[in-house]
């Protein structure tokens, strides 16, 4: 069930609200309400991994109790406790998202079908789900929140239905005391009803439509020069189109959970602040799905040393392991690795240069980004790398292109 459906708009978020606010004489039960009412909207699109998203809140649920016991009496168990939240979310992961591209690699080096592996159905939303519950592990371990010692509450973190499926990433620090104080008024909910019309019509009207000329460019690419030349102003038509696309798609929905949040009277951080106006390739990864990067930054980079580190070549390395990271998370596929490499060249070369420290030059820094960007989307588009050199070969009339 996605935001923009009928069955959602029509059905499933007026009976939502309806029983959220008859039941405003209790936030117990208007809490049990929005849980059964996420796990609903789950099970519409995933029935079957519905269980794998409830042995998530229960495992997740009893080891950040374990943790929370342990953390000061005995580390030893903490600890242990906090690795089976990180093999538990993380293995879940793997299996489901990139065991299938695992084996391949695996047959592509021996020559051959070393390893049969049947393709499973990955289910919606694990990359966000996963990450949100192993940061409430990890932040109980920390001492940066208290454990939850009811299950229910765990499970609404997890699985609230506006951020459930394609985020923001919450932290449960950011929402834990709103599960119990926060307050609903009309304003909050006239404010969250705008914000979500606003990210329906990013949606709807332009994500959508720019996709249709995105994806017809991108086929016309796949037909090959011998059925179709795509000319190079076609191709840099897609690339900006694509760059569009994505923004007004990934923004649409943060606009949408954050508006639906605040329907239900909670307040969730932004994760998209203007990223296209950025000067630097730094600077737009500080605007561009904030909560995203806030996790990579907060849970790999900084355990990891960050940029404060005496030997630069582990500055480097650091860099290096987030921007892998950050590739593989988006996808099981080649394509999302060298695009998580490309950022990783930009990101360093900008830091070896002191670029963001260049006073002046506003436009041609600006003009740099949104260069770089666009080539940084097509290679996040492309579905293979084949796919991939023709689509950048058609860019520069490399393939026997014409212009137009």
């Not at 119990?180 to 606003?198: Q, V």
């Not at 003009?367 to 579905?383: E, K």
Request: charged share 15%; aromatic share 20%; glycine share 8%.
């Amino acid at each position: 069930m996605v935001f923009s459906s009928v069955v959602f708009l029509f059905y499933f978020l007026p009976i939502v609200l309806l029983g959220y606010y008859g039941l405003a004489f209790s936030r117990t039960a208007q809490n049990i309400w929005l849980l059964i009412a996420s796990i609903i909207f789950y099970a519409w699109g995933e029935p079957v991994y519905v269980f794998l998203l409830l042995i998530s809140i229960i495992a997740n649920y009893f080891l950040s109790l374990i943790v929370s016991r342990y953390r000061d009496r005995n580390i030893t168990k903490a600890r242990g406790a906090l690795i089976a939240a990180c093999i538990i979310n993380l293995g879940f992961l793997f299996f489901f998202k990139y065991l299938g591209f695992t084996c391949e690699i695996i047959n592509g080096i021996a020559g051959g079908n070393l390893i049969r592996f049947k393709a499973m159905a990955m289910p919606i939303g694990i990359s966000f789900y996963t990450f949100q519950a192993l940061s409430y592990v990890i932040d109980v371990y920390r001492k940066d929140t208290e454990a939850q010692k009811n299950p229910l509450w765990v499970g609404l973190y997890i699985t609230f239905f506006p951020q459930l499926v394609a985020g923001p990433i919450v932290r449960y620090k950011t929402i834990a005391d709103q599960i119990i104080n926060r307050k609903s008024t009309w304003n909050k909910f006239t404010s969250g009803l705008w914000r979500f019309a606003i990210g329906l019509s990013k949606k709807v009207l332009l994500a959508n439509n720019l996709a249709l000329v995105v994806d017809n460019i991108y086929k016309l690419t796949l037909t090959g020069a011998a059925k179709y030349s795509v000319p190079v102003s076609m191709a840099w038509l897609g690339s900006i189109a694509y760059t569009l696309q994505i923004y007004f798609d990934f923004s649409a929905y943060s606009d949408m959970a954050i508006g639906l949040g605040k329907m239900f009277g909670f307040e969730f951080d932004e994760n998209f602040n203007y990223p296209y106006i950025s000067k630097s390739i730094g600077e737009f990864w500080r605007r561009w799905h904030i909560s995203l990067g806030t996790w990579f930054k907060e849970y790999v980079y900084f355990p990891l040393g960050g940029s404060r580190v005496k030997n630069k070549d582990k500055m480097v390395r650091n860099i290096l392991i987030v921007w892998a990271l950050t590739g593989i998370w988006h996808g099981a596929y080649w394509t999302f690795i060298f695009w998580g490499l490309f950022n990783f060249i930009l990101l360093l070369t900008e830091r070896i240069f002191n670029f963001e420290k260049i006073k002046g030059h506003d436009g041609l820094k600006h003009a740099y980004a949104l260069i770089m960007l666009n080539f940084g989307w097509v290679i996040f588009r492309a579905d293979n790398l084949i796919e991939l050199r023709d689509y950048i070969g058609n860019m520069f009339g490399m393939n026997g292109n014409a212009f137009y």
